[in-house]
């Protein structure tokens, strides 16, 4: 009975049911010592969401070319938090990595999972007063599926056979095929929902949002700041009054804007110098294992990078291990030249492990005919803190092989826009965020019709099988033939594709010792699944 009465006591607590002096007097004459009930009692208020204040966030990456028109997004952490402050989604992926409504009040699927019934919610207006109805979400939806859509995210509703309204508050999608994972999509950072004019148009510059912020100000690649949606529809989200983002991208300048309290925040510290905060008072490491990879991408567009050997001799040229300990300080795991992570469903546990050999590197060299290659390799620390570190690590273990890599740094304003996934540069260094389901992360980044297949992985034997299996995957609900198809496609992407992915990172959280957050954190993006904004709390 002792446990169950504060259990009770602190749930009362929490619900500002009893103050201060009720829970420890309740306490004590229940038994605890008054030190442990002092002691519970900071506990409890340290657990409990409390409102107030201003968040101020330091980011490692973000650039000019920033926009509020969510479908311009890049990927960039700074972007994904700017449209969770202001806009929001129909669904959302949950910290445990589950789907679960945002808009939407309830979903319904039939037909085994070919049409989908999405409810909204009654509650929901935009910042400019407007309510949510279902030609919103029908608007915001089309611009990415148009015929001439440039959304980095079309192919993934190409497969849309149509969406239409049904009543004041429910949207009818019907697909081409069964899709079990369709909820999920539409979760992804770039479909927040936008107010439509009525006529299939969206207001795309204003961050006019159903978010649980409102933007003030923003300066691209700079700042941007936000005040609390006093008619946001989460009554138990967002719970600081202000939002302040700043873009920092040297690493040792963003871990002194912690130390010194400028921010309160700071993602991707360095994994080679995080067991140094421990040192530092006032602020702490969050590490949460993640689906974030880090690669280097061999464009098959650009010679001589459209050759299968010179694609292995590389594979096989990189010290896996010493990179995962050397740039991520040990925080990570090796990768497999595929961007499914062990943390993620269907991971093929049974594909070997690619292995440095630089004398399998020297013959694939030779039956290229390439023996004495040079190559450029683009290293910029927007995709990645230590990213020239981790080329010159290949730099290096690649020459035995007889493959003579020079390394280029080139600034991170711009990276995104102008040097990743162009025709041309050939050989670069990157990284994928993750996405939570298997075809959402192989359609987004290796699907031939994929305006982010920053390989250009397209046109061989390989990647034609490789479509098809994805397709056909995606409407499949036996668990066990779907896993097969997967498992396939990763070994696909492995033997044939252009990415040498050499690592997965944990990410790494610099917090001030008052920022509060719940015990279960998303991994799915970095920043609790990048809504720290609406999670989180000060103490």
């Known amino acids: 009975m002792k446990a169950e009465h504060l259990a009770d006591l602190k749930a009362k607590l929490t619900s500002r049911k009893i103050d201060r002096r009720q ?13 442990a009930a002092l002691s519970m009692h900071s ?15 330091g980011f490692s990456a973000g650039s000019t070319s920033e926009s509020l028109d969510a479908l311009k997004s890049t990927g ?35 037909d085994k999972a070919r049409t989908w019934v999405f409810k909204l919610r009654k509650d929901v207006t935009f910042h400019n007063g407007k309510s949510l109805t279902p030609e919103d979400v029908i608007a ?10 440039p959304s980095p995210v079309k192919s993934l509703f190409e497969p849309i056979e149509d969406i239409s309204r049904d009543g004041d508050d429910q949207v009818v999608i019907r697909l081409e095929a069964p899709n079990a994972d369709f909820p999920f999509l539409l979760s992804d950072y770039r479909l927040v ?65 912690l130390t010194t309290g400028a921010v309160d925040v700071i993602d991707a510290v360095e994994p080679k110098t995080a067991h140094l905060m421990a040192r530092v008072g006032g602020v702490r490491i969050q590490e949460v294992t993640g689906t974030q990879s880090r690669n280097m991408v061999m464009r098959l567009d650009t010679p001589p990078f459209d050759n299968l050997d010179l694609r292995l001799a590389l594979k096989l040229s990189a010290k896996r291990q010493e990179m995962v300990d050397k740039i991520e300080g040990g925080h990570g795991i090796v990768g497999n030249d595929h961007q499914i992570s062990p943390a993620q469903q269907y991971f093929n546990t049974e594909l070997p492990q690619r292995e440095y050999d630089p004398d399998k590197a020297r013959f694939h060299i030779r039956k290229a005919g390439m023996e004495g290659i ?54 670069v260094t990157s990284y994928w965020g993750g996405r939570p389901t298997n075809d959402w992360m192989f359609t987004t980044c290796c699907v031939a019709e994929s305006n982010w297949n920053d390989t250009a ?46 690592g997965f990172t ?24 990048a809504k720290n904004m609406e999670r989180w709390w000060f103490a």
């Not at 915001?140 to 859509?149: K, V, W």
């Not at 949606?229 to 939002?243: M, S, T, V």
């Not at 790494?508 to 609790?528: F, I, Q, S």
Request: contains cysteine; charged residues 25%; proline residues 4%.
């Open 457 to 502: 992985w397209k046109g061989t034997e390989a990647a034609d099988r490789f479509n098809t299996l994805i397709i056909a995957a995606r409407s499949e609900l036996d668990d066990n033939k779907r896993r097969e198809m997967y498992w396939e496609c990763q070994r696909l992407v492995h033997e044939d594709g252009g990415s040498l992915v050499w």
């Open 506 to 529: 944990n990410y790494l959280h610099g917090l001030r010792d008052n920022v509060r957050h719940p015990e279960k954190v998303a991994g799915n993006w970095t920043l609790d699944g």
């Open 374 to 427: 040079k190559l450029e390799l683009l290293a910029s620390q927007a995709a990645l803190d230590g990213a020239a570190d981790a080329a010159l690590l290949l730099k290096e273990s690649a020459a035995p092989a007889g493959i003579d890599i020079s390394v280029r740094r080139v600034p991170s304003d711009g990276f995104w826009s102008a040097v990743w996934n162009q025709p041309g540069t050939g050989f």
């Open 193 to 257: 929902i936008m107010a439509s004019d009525g006529d299939g148009n969206v207001d795309i510059s204003s961050g006019n949002g159903t978010g649980p912020y409102v933007i003030e100000t923003f300066d691209p690649g700079v700042r941007a700041f936000f005040k609390r949606n006093p008619d946001y529809f989460k009554a138990d989200r967002a719970h600081f009054d202000e939002i302040e983002h700043l873009v920092i991208l040297d690493a040792a300048a963003r871990l002194n804007a």
């Open 43 to 57: 506990a409890v208020l340290a657990a409990t969401p409390k409102r107030g204040g201003r968040l101020r966030q």
């Open 23 to 35: 829970f420890i007097t309740s306490a004590v004459a229940a038994g605890v010592t008054l030190p």
């Open 140 to 149: 915001s939806i089309n611009r990415h599926r148009a015929e001439n859509s």
């Open 76 to 110: 960039a952490v700074v972007e994904l938090c700017n449209n969770w402050c202001w806009g929001s989604n129909l669904t959302e992926v949950q910290p445990d990595g589950s789907i679960a409504p945002e808009l939407a009040e309830s979903i319904e699927a039939s």
